[in-house]
């Protein structure tokens, strides 16, 4: 049976992570190490998606003040938050351990399979397309992949004991989104293993099921090991350039740049409110979230659309929200599809017209 490597790198500096991120994942390219499996924990940071701009992403005010590293990541994808309340879990294989290079089949594969580690600790986790792992509709993991030719390194976070709270002041967000009661909102959406069983598990026990789970998907087993002679000095390379100012702004762009834009209309089914975090640039919906006097059942629907929108096209927009509802059984009332895709359109349409933030009344 083919052995894979499995390594802890334990508890970080963000650039000391990221730069690990680069040198495993350089060295799997170059045939220099193993296909592996890393479990690590981050030292508080935000950690900037490649491509984006710390100004326009985070509250780098919140972030000085307390403490938060700022670091940029290798991969795209949005801003996130991280720290010890949560383990970081990640795969570094080749094309031919997988049998695919299509990235949604693969993350159905390496996300079911986490799903089933983690309902063996005791909860019922499910795959959440596009790449999150829930519990009861609410996100317990987020994960994503990156390809660097026949490599791929793919990400996931579990939630063990997470702040919910810290994370949105972390990030620059509409300003209601901080009160008492978006925050008790944002809560009711993601789950904790400490919630859920009553008492954190130990990182040893959540990292066995993990890799008992990898392994029986893979076919595979695990061997313990250490980082190589070559991990090692192209990790050296890496940090030298990673740890350092210029790297973190490698993307600088003005905050006006990227607004975050409101609209709101009243529907016969009811107030439907919209904030977008808007890429005036690329014409992109970078983030959504969906708020009003409505009803829907699932109860996880707006959760759920709100994970489709993300890092959307704004031209592929009426496509994605049509998609989306007429592939569900969605009761809303006399609330349509439609309604959601004209208060979108409301406030990113007067974005492209006027350029500033918006209200519609």
């Not at 000391?16 to 890393?38: H, T």
């Not at 390809?147 to 209601?176: C, H, N, S, W």
Request: glycine share 6%.
């Amino acid at each position: 049976m083919t052995t894979w490597r499995v390594i802890d790198t334990g508890l970080r500096p963000a650039a000391q992570n990221i730069a690990l991120n680069r040198a495993l994942l350089e060295a799997r390219q170059q045939n220099a190490s193993p296909s592996s499996l890393r479990f690590l924990t981050f030292e508080p940071c935000a950690l900037l998606g490649y491509h984006q701009s710390a100004v326009q992403e985070l509250d780098l005010a919140y972030c000085q003040a307390h403490g938060i590293a700022v670091q940029r990541r290798i991969t795209g994808g949005g801003a996130i938050y991280f720290d010890e309340t949560q383990l970081g879990w990640e795969l570094y294989l080749h094309k031919r351990d997988l049998g695919s290079a299509d990235m949604t089949a693969i993350s159905r594969r390496i996300c079911e399979a986490a799903a089933r580690g983690i309902s063996s600790l005791g909860v019922d986790a499910q795959y959440r397309p596009r790449n999150d792992i829930e519990v009861t509709g609410r996100k317990i993991s987020g994960t994503g992949g990156a390809f660097d030719g026949d490599a791929l390194m793919y990400q996931g976070t579990l939630l063990i004991q997470f702040d919910v709270e810290k994370m949105l002041r972390v990030l620059r967000i509409p300003a209601e989104k901080l009160s008492d009661k978006a925050i008790a909102s944002a809560r009711e959406r993601v789950a904790n293993l400490a919630d859920l069983l009553g008492e954190a598990p130990s990182a040893a026990r959540v990292k066995a099921a993990l890799s008992e789970a990898f392994a029986e998907e893979f076919g595979i087993t695990f061997a313990a090991g250490e980082l190589t002679d070559r991990e090692q000095a192209l990790y050296a390379e890496a940090l030298a350039e990673i740890d350092h100012p210029d790297w973190v702004n490698l993307h600088v762009r003005p905050e006006a740049d990227r607004p975050t834009l409101e609209a709101a209309q009243k529907f016969p089914g009811g107030l439907l409110r919209v904030n977008v975090a808007f890429d005036r640039a690329q014409s992109r919906i970078k983030q959504v979230w969906f708020s009003g006097d409505l009803f829907l059942s699932p109860r996880r629907t707006l959760v759920d659309l709100e994970a489709v929108l993300r890092d959307t096209l704004a031209v592929n927009l009426a496509e994605t929200v049509s998609d989306f509802f007429a592939a569900r059984e969605v009761d809303m009332l006399t609330l349509s599809p439609s309604d959601f895709i004209t208060v979108l359109q409301l406030a990113i349409g007067q974005n492209q017209s006027s350029g500033t933030q918006v209200t519609a009344p």
